[in-house]
């Protein structure tokens, strides 16, 4: 159950792209499609952001955009905005158990 | 509107134990998985445990065998018996409700392990 591997930091300007990696092993990442991805601003509750890889609950705006290949998933903020300053996780599902990322601290320039 | 929230938490010394309460509305309790997650103090994500829908239950293995998850059904609530908590235990304990994913949050609840 080790956890998944994120850079601690990102960062970009309002407007531009910035992406997000989470590495992992044949035994979460690359054995199904349950990625998922949480955004927590300081001092408040995570957020689903992204599921199953790359899909969007109702109402997280289609600028959040989120992929797999292999061993390593990729959460992309497209148009950077200031409100999107926040700590980012990625998760997975690693049957029967589940795991986290470390996290990564994204910073609007 | 999907609800959870979370209680139960406060200070105990190490070795003691602590029980937290989720209480949820909104969706079919009964069918559905629940989650507890744990962040230490400027710590990331960790998950705890899960409770599925035959009250299937898993453990991270730093919990294994000190903490126990169970469920209510007539309450729509779960909850989750810490024992012989030590000091690394200490986080704010968040109940998260899905299997594969976590699509719903409370706030949390603090439990600090502390003498």
Same mark, same amino acid.
């Given at each position: 159950?080790s956890?998944?591997?994120?850079?601690p930091s990102?960062?970009?300007?309002?407007g531009?792209?910035?992406?997000i990696?989470?590495?992992? %092993?044949?035994?979460?990442?690359?054995?199904?499609?349950?990625?998922?991805?949480?955004?927590?601003?300081p001092g408040?509750a995570?957020k689903?952001?992204?599921y199953? !890889?790359s899909k969007r609950?109702?109402? !997280?705006p289609?600028?959040?955009?989120g992929?797999?290949?292999?061993? %390593?998933?990729?959460?992309t !903020?497209?148009?950077l905005q200031a409100?999107?300053?926040?700590?980012?996780y990625?998760?997975s599902?690693?049957?029967?158990?589940? !795991?986290f990322?470390?996290? %990564?601290k994204? %910073?609007v320039? | 509107?999907?609800? #959870?929230?979370?209680s139960? /938490?406060?200070?105990?010394q190490? /070795? /003691?134990?602590?029980?937290?309460?989720c209480?949820?509305?909104?969706?079919t309790?009964?069918?559905?998985?629940?989650?507890w #997650?744990r962040? @230490?103090p400027?710590?990331?994500l960790?998950w705890?445990?899960?409770?599925?829908?035959?009250?299937?239950?898993y453990?991270?293995?730093? #919990?294994?065998g000190r903490?126990?998850?169970?469920r209510?059904?007539?309450?729509?609530t779960v909850?989750l018996?810490?024992?012989?908590?030590?000091?690394?235990?200490? @986080?704010v304990?968040?109940?998260?409700? /899905?299997?594969f994913?976590?699509d719903?949050w409370?706030?949390g609840?603090?439990v600090?392990?502390?003498?």
């Open positions: 159950q956890a998944l591997t994120q850079p990102a960062s970009g300007s309002p531009q792209s910035v992406t990696s989470c590495t992992g %092993t044949s035994s979460d990442i690359s054995g199904h499609n349950y990625v998922s991805w949480y955004q927590q601003h408040k995570p689903l952001i992204i199953e !890889v609950p109702s109402g !997280v289609d600028r959040f955009s992929s797999k290949s292999g061993n %390593t998933a990729s959460l !903020v497209s148009g409100d999107d300053e926040a700590d980012y990625c998760g599902y690693a049957p029967p158990h589940r !795991v990322g470390g996290g %990564t994204l %910073t320039l | 509107e999907v609800q #959870v929230l979370e139960g /938490g406060g200070l105990v190490p /070795g /003691g134990s602590l029980r937290l309460s209480e949820t509305s909104g969706f309790f009964s069918s559905s998985a629940l989650n #997650v962040q @230490a400027g710590k990331g960790e705890v445990s899960t409770i599925g829908d035959r009250d299937n239950t453990y991270a293995e730093p #919990v294994r903490f126990t998850m169970s209510d059904l007539s309450k729509s909850f018996q810490m024992n012989s908590l030590r000091a690394d235990d200490t @986080a304990y968040y109940c998260a409700k /899905g299997w994913w976590a719903s409370g706030q609840t603090l600090t392990v502390s003498s």
